[in-house]
């Protein structure tokens, strides 16, 4: 391989300009001046144009990653802003807390069906044609919940929104991927998981105080931001993966994944970290709070988003971490956000569940982004995006039937039975992460 084709343009004229001097000094002392001049003029040409195209390049680089960074905080609105008016919506629409997760399970099983679909679509035509209209789905589906006059049209406008929001958590990455590599990627993705943090802590609060005066607020104020982003990506060029993969080929990668056991302990580590906090913690601990100790949907909205520092702490933790290996870090929050669960039916008071709230935020924002890195390594370079196209499905699966399995756990133990075997479910991905290390940190 020639040194252009591989250092790239910057590099390749550090590589040649040995055989420049070279050249030189076998030839006369004239042609040596002369080839020197005339290298000069030329090279100093083109470090200009390579200067300003490389300038434009950052420059483009830095709007892709303000947009990415803006679905990802986008994206965090439809299931958190919903929590702090749970108990609202069972009164409006005479739902029995134990239905309660059929509103989270309504957002997440069209997320479930079409995001390998538009996982597939992005690699085959600009990532923007794909990003706009499901900005519109996502923001209308949202805005449409707050007029829902029953319980029916209320789930299926949370399933058109849905639907929007499906290719948002894959496409933010997507984005990212396609302008950085290496260490730089893992950067990214960790400011990635901080807007994402941030989009949770702002939206809570904001549904909260919202949904104090209405619950129809909790909808429709948040929806409203959907508007500058989707402006921002139809002004802004966004960089296409450059994979033109027919969808057998993309069927085959996944199998081929799902044949490594690691592949299949990871996902199911991710299965059981995003739900035991979907179903355990954010579905039924409003409906916990509100019938033993009365709080208020302000109440709830100010707690979660307390709770959602512990979030951003654990994706700083990871973000910054250069000592922990990520199965280490994994293991560490999982025993820790047990120990809290376990303790949620005993505690005295409402602010003393503060605690074990941020214990749980701090296990997902520590879990998510080393889940991310590690499923990034197994997929390799020419699977990655089947891997990870199977680990936002798993995702979301794990977002729709955990509201269901831990509504039975409701109906058969109380409260509980839910917060107990959510501890349980943790220890059970203690061993999944002995499965998937191998024998290695």
């Keep these: 391989m020639r040194p252009l084709e591989r250092f790239g343009d910057g590099s390749a004229s550090r590589e040649f300009r040995p055989g420049c001097a070279a050249g030189a000094a076998r030839g006369t002392a004239s042609d040596s001046g002369e080839a020197g001049a005339v290298y000069g003029r030329v090279h100093g040409s083109r470090t200009g144009e390579q200067g300003q195209e490389g300038t434009e390049r950052r420059h483009g680089m830095l709007k892709v990653q303000w947009i990415a960074y803006a679905v990802s905080f986008i994206s965090a609105y439809a299931m958190p802003a919903t929590v702090p008016v749970l108990p609202a919506l069972a009164e409006?629409?005479?739902?029995?807390?134990?239905?309660?997760?059929?509103?989270?399970?309504?957002?997440?099983?069209?997320?479930?069906?079409?995001?390998?679909?538009?996982?597939?679509?992005?690699?085959?035509?600009?990532?923007?044609?794909?990003?706009?209209?499901?900005?519109?789905?996502?923001?209308?589906?949202g805005f449409a919940c707050g007029t829902a006059q029953s319980l029916e049209a209320l789930l299926l406008w949370r399933m058109v929104q849905g639907a929007g929001g499906a290719c948002l958590g894959l496409l933010n990455t997507t984005l990212l991927g396609g302008v950085a590599e290496g260490m730089e990627r893992s950067r990214f993705m960790g400011r990635t998981y901080v807007a994402i943090c941030a989009g949770v802590m702002f939206f809570t609060l904001l549904a909260g105080w919202a949904g104090g005066m209405d619950w129809r607020y909790a909808f429709w104020v948040p929806s409203l931001f959907t508007i500058p982003l989707f402006l921002a990506c139809l002004l802004t060029r966004l960089p296409s993966s450059g994979v033109r993969r027919s969808f057998p080929d993309c069927c085959r990668g996944?199998?081929?994944?799902?044949?490594?056991?690691?592949?299949?302990?990871?996902?199911?580590?991710?299965?059981?970290?995003?739900?035991?906090?979907?179903?355990?913690?954010?579905?039924?601990?409003?409906?916990?709070?509100?019938?033993?100790?009365?709080?208020?949907?302000?109440?709830?909205?100010?707690?979660?988003?307390?709770?959602?520092?512990?979030?951003?702490?654990?994706?700083?933790?990871?973000?910054?971490?250069?000592?922990?290996?990520?199965?280490?870090?994994?293991?560490?929050?999982?025993?820790?956000?047990?120990?809290?669960?376990?303790?949620?039916?005993?505690?005295?008071?409402?602010?003393?569940?503060?605690?074990?709230?941020?214990?749980?935020?701090?296990?997902?924002?520590?879990?998510?982004?080393?889940?991310?890195?590690?499923?990034?390594?197994?997929?390799?370079?020419?699977?990655?995006?089947a891997v990870m196209s199977l680990d936002v499905t798993v995702f979301r699966l794990s977002q729709s039937l955990s509201p269901l399995l831990f509504g039975g756990a409701l109906e058969l133990a109380g409260y509980g039975g839910v917060f107990l075997g959510g501890a349980a479910a943790l220890l059970l991905l203690v061993l999944l992460v002995l499965s998937a290390q191998g024998g290695r940190p």
């Design 92 to 141: 409006e629409f005479a739902m029995p807390e134990s239905s309660m997760g059929l509103l989270m399970a309504a957002f997440t099983l069209p997320c479930i069906l079409l995001t390998p679909l538009f996982g597939i679509l992005a690699d085959r035509v600009s990532p923007r044609l794909i990003l706009l209209p499901c900005i519109l789905l996502y923001g209308a589906g």
């Design 254 to 385: 996944m199998a081929e994944a799902l044949r490594s056991r690691r592949v299949l302990a990871v996902l199911g580590i991710s299965f059981i970290n995003i739900g035991v906090n979907m179903g355990a913690v954010m579905t039924f601990f409003p409906g916990y709070a509100h019938l033993r100790f009365g709080t208020p949907s302000s109440g709830l909205g100010m707690c979660y988003g307390l709770s959602a520092l512990g979030m951003l702490a654990g994706s700083l933790f990871v973000a910054r971490n250069r000592r922990f290996p990520p199965f280490t870090v994994i293991r560490a929050a999982a025993l820790l956000s047990a120990g809290g669960i376990a303790l949620m039916p005993f505690l005295p008071s409402f602010w003393a569940l503060l605690v074990p709230l941020w214990l749980c935020s701090l296990q997902d924002g520590a879990i998510r982004p080393c889940l991310s890195a590690v499923m990034a390594g197994l997929g390799g370079r020419e699977q990655r995006s």
